[in-house]
């Protein structure tokens, strides 16, 4: 199957710095890419549509101005946890939009283990 | 009311019996549905994908799907101790909407 990637796989940063974290699709192109949250032991929560060359699409409740999302071409996209807080210590999660497939199947990265101190 | 309803369990079986996963949603208009698997401290892995109602099976994997009732369920025979994870119930409207996830069971397979 298709392979997205992420980078850090964890990370841990100090409260009030900025963390940048990238997803790549690795032999697909994906135009739509997806930023999810999750806490432990719960699901997964959808945070923002990111989409090639335009602004990305948030979810109801997310800020904007602070998950900073940029999808500067069709195999990255990026996601900037700006004046990081503790509460934002979670495991972030992307997925990429295989739209070349018959089934339009999103494929998932590896996650990203974010601990704000 | 959730969309998509999945029991979080956790699950424990022994190695072998057959397990079944299900989920309840309540929005008629879903039409593609998945489950995925999600190892500890790992992004979900898609394992199965149906489109509308019926059966699909792959390997020890069967997917079910039935509308009318609203649920779903999935089916692992030979369970064994490498399928224990979590497993996410996902549905979505068409093919391009975004995917609304249950909140995952946890299923350990006892050697």
């Known amino acids: 199957g298709a392979v997205v990637s992420q980078h850090p796989s964890w990370v841990i940063c100090k409260s009030g710095t900025s963390v940048k974290i990238e997803c790549r699709s690795l032999?697909?192109?994906?135009?739509?890419m997806f930023w999810y949250r999750q806490f432990p032991k719960q699901s997964l929560m959808l945070m923002a549509t990111?989409?090639?060359?335009?602004?990305?699409?948030?979810e109801q409740g997310v800020e904007k101005d602070k998950f900073l999302i940029n999808h500067a071409s069709l195999t990255l996209s990026t996601l900037t946890v700006t004046s990081a807080h503790p509460e934002d210590s979670s495991f972030y999660i992307c997925?990429?939009?295989?739209?070349?497939?018959?089934?339009?199947?999103?494929?998932f990265g590896p996650g990203t283990r974010l601990t704000v101190l | 009311q959730k969309e998509v309803e999945q029991d979080p369990g956790p699950l424990s079986v022994p190695e072998g019996a057959i397990v079944s996963l299900n989920c309840t949603y309540s929005?008629?208009?879903?039409?593609?549905f998945m489950w995925y698997r999600q190892y500890s401290r790992k992004g979900p892995e898609l394992l199965m994908y149906?489109?509308?109602?019926g059966n699909k099976e792959d390997g020890r994997f069967t997917a079910q799907v039935d509308k009318s009732s609203k649920y779903i369920s999935l089916f692992i025979r030979d369970s064994q101790p490498s399928d224990s994870a979590t497993y996410l119930c996902?549905?979505?409207?068409?093919?391009?909407?975004?995917?609304?996830f249950g909140s995952g069971t946890r299923l350990s397979i006892r050697p």
């Open positions: 990111s989409n090639e060359g335009s602004k990305a699409t948030y």
């Open positions: 929005n008629s208009a879903f039409q593609y």
């Open positions: 032999d697909f192109q994906a135009t739509t």
């Open positions: 996902a549905m979505r409207y068409s093919s391009a909407s975004k995917i609304i």
């Open positions: 997925s990429a939009r295989d739209s070349g497939s018959a089934t339009d199947t999103q494929y």
């Open positions: 149906t489109y509308s109602s």
